[in-house]
């Protein structure tokens, strides 16, 4: 999935958006996605001007966003709906990710609960991992079509 495609699936824009391109999704079960770290990247006029650092925290909004695909086709309209991250568990930074690199973000739904769903997360960058970890979303809302208006 190609850039406009990503946009029609998401809420979030520039600066926001944190994924380039969607390389693979297996309905209900996983994604794998790409981001190519710039130096335009806004984050870096700060974080650190004489050392351009991606801070963690970063990766695990990727991580988030590239979980969103795993639902697409159960919430075709993911643009007007909203789900939130809602827990975050053991990640691990193992490598800061520099301008000039394209990290591979991986996905893959650990357990499902309702309205929740449990991820395991995996960030690599030339085949070396940058991150891990588990994390919670909350769905979005699906409006009820037999409901009362």
Do not use: W
């Not at 991250?85 to 309702?114: C, E, Y």
Request: with cysteine.
């Amino acid at each position: 999935m190609d850039l406009q495609g990503i946009l029609d699936h998401f809420k979030h824009r520039y600066p926001f958006l944190l994924i380039d391109r969607v390389l693979e999704v297996e309905p209900g079960k996983s994604c794998r996605a790409l981001k190519n770290i710039s130096i335009n990247e806004k984050i870096f006029v700060g974080h650190f001007p004489d050392r351009p650092l991606l801070p963690g925290v970063f990766y695990i909004e990727m991580m988030a966003q590239a979980s969103i695909m795993v639902f697409a086709d159960e919430h075709r309209n993911l643009a007007a709906e909203l789900g939130v991250l809602a827990q975050i568990n053991k990640v691990k930074f193992l490598r800061t990710a520099m301008p000039g690199d394209q990290l591979i973000i991986s996905v893959s739904l650990a357990g499902r609960f309702g309205k929740l769903a449990k991820f395991d997360g995996l960030i690599t960058c030339d085949g070396e991992p940058m991150a891990r970890g588990s994390f919670t979303v909350a769905l979005p809302r699906v409006p009820d079509d037999n409901a009362a208006s």
